[in-house]
């Protein structure tokens, strides 16, 4: 299995230094890739990634919500085609230092389907640039 980083990434990079094997990977360019993404090969489930999240953005790839509420004040990174409405976001969100593209706060109660991370984390390393880095 692997653990799968969804749409409530802000990009913080918390995870990136707790993974043993080094499996996390800051998307780019962020336009296309706005979050950061797990090797699904590399990943060994340890689960030292998610508390350390901020925004509770990880999950175990069979945990991933199909209905995700929304808390006050959480925002959704995505790119401009699946996010139109959103806007750039640089600077502290939760005590955090964050910098996304393109993200907006759709509100406290907004339900949405986390579930396509899952694919797109895949996605990231068969064609996305940290395949490539890899080699
Ligand atoms: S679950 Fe463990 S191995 Fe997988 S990405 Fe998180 S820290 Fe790395
Ligand atoms: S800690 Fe959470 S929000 Fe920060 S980069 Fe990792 S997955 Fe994204």
Same mark, same amino acid.
């Given at each position: 299995m692997t653990h799968v980083i969804t749409?409530?990434?802000?990009?913080?990079?918390?995870?990136v230094d707790v993974c043993p094997v080094e499996c996390i990977i800051p998307g780019k360019p962020e336009s296309e890739w706005p979050w950061l993404y797990i090797d699904p090969d590399t990943c060994?489930?340890? *689960? #030292?990634?998610v508390p350390e999240c901020p925004y509770e953005a990880i999950f175990p790839e069979d945990e991933v919500p199909t209905a995700y509420t929304m808390k006050a004040g959480q925002y959704l990174a995505d790119t401009k085609a699946n996010l139109p409405d959103g806007k750039p976001l640089d600077g502290d969100v939760g005590g955090h230092k964050v910098k996304v593209e393109n993200a907006k706060a759709? *509100? #406290?109660?907004f339900v949405i389907d986390l579930t396509p991370a899952t694919e797109l984390n895949k996605a990231f390393f068969k064609e996305g640039p940290g395949y490539s880095a890899k080699g």
């Open positions: 749409a409530i990434c802000l990009r913080d990079t918390a995870c060994i489930d340890c *689960g #030292a990634c759709p *509100g #406290a109660g």
